[in-house]
């Protein structure tokens, strides 16, 4: 079982970005607070593209109290990494260190967050799908920096193509995975994820290509201040569910439909890329 995050981070779009999208984060928002999901709110700077609304792409944190700043393939994408939102971290949590791993963007190397990284920190794994944006020398590196086993395959999506982050297909809730199988190429990979999945305890509920083009495999689960687990998923993804996937993943946990039409259109990712886990002790 996954122990789940409490407190995410997360951008408010700049007013440029128009009504569309700034109504949908708005919706997001204030959803996370009716449901009593603690926030870290950051304001998108004035000159950021529609790709800051993803930070988990570039920001992660770790339960050891590490919060690490990950290169990012696109160039315009860069500037997100900005010094007042390290500082935060800073001043509110107890942190061990910052690592910056952001010189392997000059070699053209990327390891994209928790897009690319889906982490099972209880048992010290990292699944990851490999494309240009998850490259398999530093997410090693990475790996072994931090003490945890990489487990890496190949993927593609319903045009053949292959995804560019591993949050399109594959999503851990507290003691289920959602885990689009269809998306694996090799069949021994997907054997062998699936075993270690079951191995660490994990439930496999199955979800289509079609279900990963609407951002299935983006959903976020998290703990709101009660200790209620929720699961947070677009609209058009609840929509899609069928009996059997809302009968596996079981009435103890909440489904949250989510608005993000505009957003998911215009940056072309969902809720996992735009919500940071936050892992860190308070001060």
Not at 22 to 36: N, P, S, T
Not at 64 to 93: C, N, S, T, W
Not at 157 to 181: I, R, Y
Request: with cysteine.
């Amino acid at each position: 079982m996954i122990i789940l995050p409490k407190t995410v981070m997360l951008m408010k779009p700049h007013t440029k970005m128009g009504k569309p999208i700034v109504r949908a984060f708005q919706l997001l928002y204030d959803l996370l607070e009716k449901q009593g999901v603690e926030t870290l709110l950051f304001n998108q700077s004035a000159m950021s593209t529609v790709g800051a609304l993803y930070p988990a792409c570039w920001l992660t944190t770790l339960p050891d109290g590490v919060v690490v700043v990950l290169p990012i393939h696109r160039r315009e994408r860069r500037e997100e990494k900005r010094d007042d939102i390290l500082e935060v971290f800073q001043q509110k949590y107890l942190l061990k260190d910052v690592e910056d791993w952001s010189e392997y963007e000059v070699e053209g190397f990327f390891l994209e967050g928790t897009a690319s990284m889906v982490m099972d920190h209880q048992h010290k794994l990292i699944y990851a799908a490999l494309s240009q944006r998850t490259y398999p020398a530093i997410l090693e590196k990475f790996a072994a920096a931090h003490k945890y086993k990489a487990i890496m395959f190949s993927a593609r999506d319903a045009s053949g193509k292959t995804p560019l982050h591993t949050n399109m297909l594959m999503h851990f809730g507290e003691d289920f995975v959602l885990l689009c199988e269809e998306a694996f190429t090799d069949d021994m990979d997907l054997i062998a994820v699936k075993q270690l999945l079951l191995s660490t305890g994990y439930r496999i509920i199955p979800f289509s290509l079609d279900q990963l083009t609407l951002f299935m495999g983006n959903s976020f689960s998290v703990k709101n201040k009660k200790g209620n687990s929720l699961l947070l998923m677009g609209e058009a993804v609840v929509a899609s569910l069928t009996k059997e996937q809302k009968k596996q993943i079981g009435k103890q946990v909440q489904i949250i439909p989510v608005s993000l039409g505009a957003i998911e259109t215009a940056g072309d990712a969902g809720l996992n890329a735009m919500l940071v886990p936050v892992w860190l002790q308070a001060k």
